[in-house]
């Protein structure tokens, strides 16, 4: 496919990829082509009828996406308030009032009481910010005014996302579009449906315990640097874990190693961005063993490292680990 800016209205995406929305009647439609950030390589954007619920309803037989209008498939969560009956925001792209709520009062007077800040709500609500937008999943009453949407439509911050959305569901035992057989989210855009499932999330930990909405210069908004962020709930034989005389002890890789990173074990870069990666970091903090690879086709953390070994050198490494029990890591 050729196009030139002029065929442009919005690009979207600047860490991972970008796609190029184009205008079409009184919406816009995503052009079938897509660039990778990491790779600066060019790929087809095309959703099969046959993946995401929502493709069936909007039958593409050109393959170009131009029968896939943005207003239900994609504007609530890159935009501010929008309006499904005008197909206008109050601000495109991601403004304050997405997660704060109204604002005009604070603006005229900046008080803490005038402004919403999720930081206030319970862990259930200040997470729910996020997932609106970071999960999988469609609104409780489909269709909306005549057609379906892939947002939570009518939630704002400060409601119980749960009124308006569901998370998309999944069976045990069963690789889908969406899901690996455990649960666990199959692809981007899911942390919110694999965060839910943690016992972080259980605990009362929030998405903005770890990362800053308002941006930060570390990797993915983090607060710290990744290891900071995990070490600063986990430390050495605190109530938290890890339970072990040394860090070494308990990664079992040497200090400063990529494999000492907490996050190289219970955030394994297994989700795909687009095809043959980037890859997303898993939100369940599990540490998913290789003989789970072996049985159900979940990409572990030892191999995504070691990807010139198999899954039996993994799991007979993990045999040697004494700390580690043999009931969990072994098949």
């Not at 007077?109 to 729910?128: C, E, H, T, W």
């Not at 962020?229 to 605190?238: A, K, Q």
Request: glycine share 6%; aromatic share 10%.
């Amino acid at each position: 496919m050729r196009f030139n800016k002029d065929d442009v209205a919005f690009v979207y995406g600047s860490k991972w990829k970008q796609r190029f929305w184009k205008k079409s009647g009184d919406t816009y439609v995503v052009m079938p082509v897509q660039y990778n950030i990491a790779t600066k390589k060019w790929s087809k954007f095309h959703v099969a009828d046959t993946q995401d619920w929502w493709a069936i309803h909007y039958p593409d037989p050109k393959s170009d996406n131009s029968s896939r209008p943005t207003a239900p498939l994609c504007d609530g969560c890159h935009s501010v308030n929008f309006d499904i009956d005008t197909k206008q925001p109050t601000e495109w792209n991601v403004g304050c009032e997405a997660c704060h709520g109204a604002g005009s009062q604070h603006v005229q007077n900046p008080k803490l009481f005038n402004i919403l800040n999720p930081a206030r709500q319970n862990y259930v609500q200040a997470s729910d910010t996020c997932i609106q937008c970071h999960s999988q999943g469609q609104p409780l009453n489909n269709p909306i005014k005549g057609q379906y949407y892939d947002w939570a439509v009518g939630y704002h911050a400060g409601l119980k996302l749960a009124d308006y959305w569901k998370l998309e569901p999944h069976k045990l035992g069963e690789t889908s579009f969406t899901h690996f057989p455990d649960g666990s989210a199959h692809k981007n855009r899911m942390q919110g449906n694999d965060f839910v499932q943690s016992l972080m999330y259980t605990r009362g930990v929030t998405c903005f315990s770890c990362h800053d909405p308002h941006g930060s210069e570390n990797d993915s908004m983090l607060r710290k640097p990744a290891t900071e962020i995990c070490s600063s709930c986990h430390s050495l034989n605190n109530q938290n874990g890890p339970h072990a005389a040394s860090l070494e002890e308990h990664t079992h890789h040497k200090p400063g190693s990529p494999g000492s990173q907490c996050v190289a074990c219970h955030m394994p870069k297994i989700l795909p961005e687009l095809p043959g990666g980037p890859f997303v970091a898993s939100h369940t903090f599990h540490f998913v063993t290789p003989s789970q690879t072996e049985a159900q086709q979940i990409p572990n953390a030892c191999n995504a490292c070691h990807k010139d070994k198999d899954t039996g050198w993994a799991t007979a490494a993990i045999k040697t680990w004494s700390d580690r029990s043999p009931w969990r890591m072994a098949p």
